[in-house]
């Protein structure tokens, strides 16, 4: 069983950045694909970012992209998101997730273990 603990979350001005911080533990943290999601008021959850194993490969959702940046330290069992320019539309509740492929994936449905999520609210 792999525990999924996500910090980081607060209020933030539009325009400004976040980083966010899942630590993970019950499983090597290596043989872990790791992702983050979103979920918005009213909206279905969505992903927003991916990263192999190693930390060499990154995927991310098209509305993100060139703002945000996924990271792992595998001597440390975390992940991060570093989220900047902020927009409204960026609020949500972000949750990390864990998989056992190999391939990284944004299809929710692949990974196998969430966190609890931590809450993003960017303000005007």
């Known amino acids: 069983q792999v525990q999924l603990v996500e910090s980081g979350g607060g209020l933030v001005q539009a325009g400004g950045s976040l980083r966010l911080s899942c630590a993970a533990s019950g499983r090597t943290f290596s043989s872990l694909t790791m992702g983050w999601f979103r979920q918005a008021p009213g909206k279905e959850r969505e992903f927003v970012a991916a990263i192999s194993r190693s930390g060499g490969s990154m995927y991310y959702a098209g509305s993100v992209k060139g703002r945000f940046t996924i990271s792992r330290d595998n001597a440390k069992n975390t992940v991060y998101l570093q989220m900047n320019s902020l927009k409204l539309e960026d609020t949500a509740v972000y949750y990390c997730?864990?998989?056992?492929?190999?391939?990284?994936?944004?299809?929710?449905?692949?990974?196998?273990?969430w966190g609890q999520g931590t809450q993003v609210t960017v303000f005007s």
């Open positions: 997730a864990a998989q056992l492929r190999l391939l990284i994936t944004r299809s929710e449905g692949e990974y196998d273990y």
